[in-house]
C-alpha cells in the first residue's frame, strides 16, 4: 500500500536568482559536490580554499541549504535502489514494492540536524587539509540521515589524500557504520594493525535500515568495482590494511545483520561475490597486481594474500546462514524469512559461488595437500609466486 | 698557525640476533566421527610420526630449528622457524680536525663515536635481515616437505574413520584400499 502525502505549503519564491555572499556561494557549491551535484576537482579546490566566515547567514542561504538537502538525499537513495520493486522483512515478513510503497511515510522521513550545517560551515571557512579549527560531531548525535550524508561527503572528498588524512581522524567519519561499508579502507586506520569497526547493530532497525534497503545495489555495484581493482593493486602493505579493513567491517556487519535476524540486508554480500565468482578463481585475481616479492616474512605475504580475500571469505558465514534457512520448518518463526534467504541465495547458484569462494580461499592455504593418487595443483608455499592461469 | 690532526675511532659489539617466522593454518578433517573421536586418531597417527603430546593437549615434534605444532581437536597447525646467532661487528672512522678552528677534539670523537653506532646499527640490521632470510628460506622449504606427510596423516586419520565407522553400521565384509588411487572400498553387512 502506497501511503502519499500532500507536499507541505512552501512561502512564493522571490523574482529571480536569491541573492547570497560569497561565502554562501561557496558552501552551497561545497555542498552540492559533496552530494555529487558540482565537479569533483572544483569541489575538492573549494574545500582546500578558506573563506571568511560571516556571523550568520541569509534565510535565504538557509532555505537553499535545506532544499539541496532534502531533494539531493532523496534522489541519492531513490536512484540508489529505492526505486526497485523489491521484497524485504518487516517484522520478520517479507514485503514488497518500492520503498515508498513499503515502508510508513513516518518511518522513512530524513532529518537533519545541526552538525551537518557546522560541518558545511567548518568545510568553507577552513582549509580542511591544515585546519586549525578541531571541528567532529559526536556519533551518538548524528540522526541517520546525517551519517548517510556525512558517508556521501566522506566519499566525495576520499580521492584527496590530505583531506582524507584528516577527515579520518574524525569520529564523525571513522565511527560511521555507512563510511565502513562503502569504503572501509580509506576509513580505517592504515596505522593501526587491527581495524576496529563501528557497532552495526543500530544499523537493522528504524530508518537505517531503511537506507540499507536502497542502498542494496549501490553496494553491490561498489564491492564488484573494489573487488575487481584489487588486481591492480601494487603495494603489499596497501592491500594488508585494505583486506583487514574490509574483512572487520563485512564480518562485524554480518554478525549484526544475523543477530537482528536481517539476512534480507546482507544481500549485496552474497550478489557481489555471485558476479566475482562467475568463473573458478585463483587467488591471483585478487592478488595478482602485487608488485615484487613483497615482505620478507613468509607470514607477513600469507597475511597480505589471506586478507586480499576478505570478500571471498564471507561466503563462509553466508553458508552456515543457508545451511540453517534449510532447516526451518513450516511452523517455525522465520519460516518466511528463510524461504526468502533460500530464494535470494538460489537465484545467484549460491552452493556454486560459495564452493568457488571456497576452493579460491583454500589455494592459499599451506600445507593442503593433494587428495592420493591425485597431481599437486599447488606447491604448498603460498609465499611463493602466485599460481598461473588465472584470469585476474 | 692551524695545524690539522687526524684521529681513527674504532668500535666493536657483539650482539645476539634472533629471527623467527611462522605459519598457521588448518587441516582438513572431515567429521566421519564425532569430533572427540577424530581428534584421537589424529593423535595416534601423529604420535606414530615423532609427535609428542604437550600439557595443553597439541601435539609438537622438533625438527632441528623448526618446530610444528598441531592441535588435535581444532586441527590448527603451526609451523615456526626460528634462528639465533651471535654476530660480532666491527666500525672503523677516521676523523680530520684543526686546533684552532671547528670542534675540539673531545668534540670530534664524540661526533664520530655517534656515526660509528649509527655504523654498526646498519650493519646490525643487515645481519638481522640475513638471518630473518635464513629463517623464511628454512620454513618455505621445510613446508615443501611437511605437505605430503601432511597429506599422509590426514588421509589415513580418514581411513581410520571411515573404517570404523563401518563397523559402527554393521560387519564388515571386505575393505579394499588401492594407495595410488587412494580409493577405500569398504563392504559392510547391515
Not at chain 1, 526505486?83 to 520503498?99: E, H, M
Not at chain 1, 537465484?347 to 576452493?359: F, I, M, P, T
Request: glycine share 6%; with cysteine; proline share 6%.
Amino acid at each position: 500500500m502506497t501511503r502519499t502525502v500532500p507536499p507541505p505549503t512552501q512561502p512564493p519564491e522571490p523574482d529571480g536568482p536569491r541573492q547570497v555572499s560569497k561565502f554562501e556561494y561557496n558552501l552551497l557549491r561545497i555542498l552540492k559536490f559533496l552530494v555529487g551535484h558540482f565537479p569533483a576537482d572544483q569541489g575538492l579546490q573549494l574545500v582546500r580554499t578558506a573563506t571568511t566566515k560571516p556571523e550568520c547567514i541569509s534565510v535565504g542561504a538557509v532555505d537553499l541549504v535545506k532544499d539541496v538537502l532534502s531533494k539531493a538525499l532523496v534522489l541519492f537513495l531513490t536512484r540508489a535502489g529505492g526505486w526497485r520493486n523489491d521484497k524485504y522483512l518487516r517484522n520478520n515478513t517479507p514485503a514488497s514494492g518500492r520503498v515508498w510503497g513499503r515502508i510508513p511515510l513516518d518511518e522513512r522521513t530524513l532529518e537533519f540536524s545541526r552538525p551537518v550545517l557546522d560541518f558545511l560551515f567548518w568545510l568553507t571557512a577552513e582549509k580542511v587539509h591544515e585546519t586549525k579549527q578541531a571541528w567532529d560531531a559526536a556519533p551518538k548525535a548524528l540522526t541517520p540521515t546525517d551519517e548517510l550524508f556525512f558517508a556521501l561527503a566522506f566519499d566525495a572528498m576520499r580521492s584527496d589524500p590530505d583531506v582524507l588524512a584528516m577527515l579520518r581522524r574524525k569520529d564523525t567519519f571513522s565511527r560511521n557504520p555507512f563510511c565502513w561499508l562503502t569504503a572501509p579502507q580509506d576509513v580505517a586506520d592504515p596505522e593501526a594493525t587491527k581495524p576496529q569497526a563501528p557497532d552495526f547493530t543500530p544499523m537493522f532497525g528504524g530508518l537505517r535500515a531503511v537506507l540499507l534497503e536502497c542502498l542494496q545495489t549501490h553496494l553491490t555495484h561498489r564491492w564488484i568495482r573494489s573487488e575487481r581493482d584489487k588486481g591492480q593493486l601494487g603495494d603489499w602493505k596497501r592491500m594488508r590494511h585494505q583486506g583487514n579493513a574490509e574483512f572487520v567491517a563485512l564480518r562485524d556487519f554480518l554478525k549484526a545483520a544475523e543477530a537482528a535476524r536481517r539476512a534480507d540486508l546482507a544481500r549485496f554480500v552474497l550478489r557481489t561475490n555471485a558476479a566475482v565468482l562467475q568463473s573458478d578463481l585463483t587467488p591471483v585475481f585478487w592478488t595478482g597486481g602485487l608488485q615484487g616479492s613483497g615482505p620478507q616474512r613468509l607470514a607477513d605475504r600469507l597475511e597480505t594474500q589471506r586478507a586480499a580475500l576478505a570478500f571471498p571469505r564471507q561466503m563462509e558465514t553466508l553458508e552456515v546462514w543457508q545451511e540453517r534457512a534449510r532447516y526451518v520448518g513450516y511452523f517455525d518463526d522465520d519460516y518466511q524469512a528463510s524461504q526468502m534467504w533460500k530464494a535470494d541465495w538460489e537465484a545467484v547458484n549460491g552452493d556454486r559461488v560459495a564452493a568457488r569462494a571456497r576452493a579460491a580461499v583454500e589455494m592459499l592455504e599451506p600445507l593442503r595437500g593433494p587428495i592420493a593418487g591425485q597431481p599437486a595443483t599447488g606447491t604448498g608455499t603460498p609465499g611463493g609466486e602466485n599460481p598461473e592461469g588465472s584470469s585476474g | 698557525m692551524s695545524r690539522a690532526y687526524r684521529i681513527t675511532v674504532k668500535e666493536s659489539e657483539t650482539r645476539n640476533l634472533k629471527a623467527g617466522d611462522e605459519i598457521c593454518t588448518e587441516l582438513e578433517i572431515l567429521e566421519i566421527l564425532p569430533p572427540e573421536d577424530m581428534a584421537t586418531l589424529l593423535k595416534e597417527e601423529l604420535k606414530k610420526r615423532g609427535f609428542e603430546e604437550q600439557d595443553d593437549g597439541t601435539m609438537v615434534r622438533k625438527d632441528g630449528e623448526l618446530t610444528v605444532k598441531i592441535d588435535p581437536c581444532s586441527g590448527e597447525v603451526s609451523v615456526k622457524a626460528e634462528t639465533e646467532e651471535t654476530v660480532n661487528q666491527e666500525a672503523k672512522r677516521e676523523a680530520t680536525g684543526f686546533n684552532d678552528v671547528g670542534p675540539n677534539e673531545k668534540n670530534l670523537r664524540e661526533k664520530v663515536k655517534d656515526q660509528l653506532k649509527q655504523d654498526l646499527d646498519k650493519k646490525f640490521d643487515q645481519e638481522q635481515s640475513r638471518l630473518q632470510g635464513k629463517a623464511t628460506e628454512a620454513l618455505e622449504k621445510h613446508l615443501q616437505d611437511l605437505q605430503p606427510e601432511i597429506s599422509e596423516v590426514v588421509n589415513q586419520v580418514t581411513r581410520d574413520a571411515l573404517k570404523q565407522k563401518a563397523q559402527q553400521i554393521g560387519t564388515v565384509k571386505e575393505i579394499s584400499e588401492d594407495a595410488e588411487s587412494g580409493s577405500l572400498t569398504i563392504k559392510v553387512e547391515v
